[in-house]
């Protein structure tokens, strides 16, 4: 599976910004989408994931992102708005497979995509 991310950039304080994340077609089902990000120094942390059921979000996210999915598009979406410095990072996408009689489960990321928030 292929993980393509677009829609970072640069964008002052207080912005919006999308980022889309694209899979590639696989046999098994997708179960979880989501996003991470890094900056530099600090580790992964997760940003927000969607399920058939749920979303998650980090604390620090709530309330300015929104995670969505086309399940008919393989594609998972982040609407980031009132966006802050302290976004900026590499946005990671990832896909998740939990695993089924005929599949061990698997984890993919994609290339990152780099979100820059100006003061």
């Known amino acids: 599976v292929q993980l393509q991310a677009s829609g970072g950039g640069l964008v002052q304080a207080g912005g919006s910004l999308r980022l889309s994340c694209a899979a590639s077609e696989a046999p098994f089902s997708l179960d979880v989408m989501g996003w991470f990000r890094q900056a530099p120094g600090n580790q992964r942390e997760l940003v927000a994931v969607?399920?058939?059921?749920?979303?998650t979000y980090a604390d620090s996210v709530k309330g300015r992102f929104s995670i969505s999915r086309d399940n008919a598009k393989n594609t998972v979406y982040l609407q980031m708005n009132s966006l802050k410095p302290e976004d900026t990072a590499v946005y990671y996408c990832?896909?998740?497979?939990?695993?089924?009689?005929?599949?061990?489960?698997?984890?993919?990321w994609g290339q990152g995509t780099q979100v820059t928030v100006s003061s």
């Open positions: 969607i399920s058939s059921s749920d979303t």
């Open positions: 990832n896909a998740n497979h939990s695993g089924s009689y005929y599949y061990s489960p698997r984890n993919y």
